[in-house]
T-cell receptor
């Protein structure tokens, strides 16, 4: 049973425009959410996170929004750059547990 | 310097064989993990070790046996390999067990069982 879902397997965006990647979760116990970025032949690398006590966290061009009532989070990248082309994984955890639950990823392609 | 390294990067073997994948981290982390990414790109935790002790063991066949000789190493041994074991296996480590955050991943080992 997949508790974290990314329903869009791929997304293409023009350079300079906004990229919006979406993620839904089913477990209401999750209280920490993360986005990882993965290039081919490399492991996922941590990008940005958000605690359930917040609804927004910003780091440079990357902003994560959390809507707890909808069990939905999104990652906004603006402006998008060709180097952002990668697979983005959403992940969730419960504080006190030691497990990260991952979505299946969204492949972002930024077109120059 | 590579923070989390895995060897080998690629592994092709036949059904029924026994193989090992090695993982090392030089970050001084106390917790290490093994994840499996299957053909559907679903990344799922298999094991977690904290200070050489097993703390998570998801529903994984007994043919998979992790071994942690010290807290910088977590190796994965697989007996009697099956076709369904073909996947990419990622090792990871983190400083803080119990939060699941800040995990650093290795580059992955692509295992192909023929």
């Amino acid at each position: 049973d997949q508790q974290v879902k990314q329903n869009s397997p791929s997304l293409s965006v023009q350079e300079g425009r906004i990229s919006i990647l979406n993620c839904d979760y089913t477990n209401s116990m999750f209280d920490y959410f993360l986005w990882y970025k993965k290039y081919p032949a490399e492991g996922p690398t941590f990008l940005i996170s958000i605690s359930s006590i917040k609804d927004k966290n910003e780091d440079g061009r990357f902003t994560v929004f959390l809507n707890k009532s909808a069990k939905h989070l999104s990652l906004h990248i603006v402006p998008s750059q060709p180097g952002d082309s990668a697979v983005y994984f959403c992940a969730a955890s419960v504080t006190g547990a030691n497990n990260l639950f991952f979505g299946t990823g969204t492949r972002l392609t930024v077109i120059p | 310097d590579t923070a989390v390294s895995q060897t080998p990067k690629y592994l092709v073997t036949q059904m029924g064989n026994d193989k090992s994948i090695k993982c090392e981290q030089n970050l001084g982390h106390d917790t290490m993990y093994w994840y499996k990414q299957d053909s559907k790109k679903f990344l799922k935790i298999m094991f977690s070790y904290n200070n050489k002790e097993l703390i998570i063991n998801e529903t994984v066949p007994n043919r998979f046996s992790p071994k942690s000789p010290d807290k910088a190493h977590l190796n994965l041994h697989i007996n009697s390999l099956e076709l369904g074991d073909s996947a990419v296996y990622f090792c990871a480590s983190s400083r803080n067990p119990g939060t699941g955050v800040g995990q650093y991943f290795g580059p992955g080992t692509r295992l192909t069982v023929t």
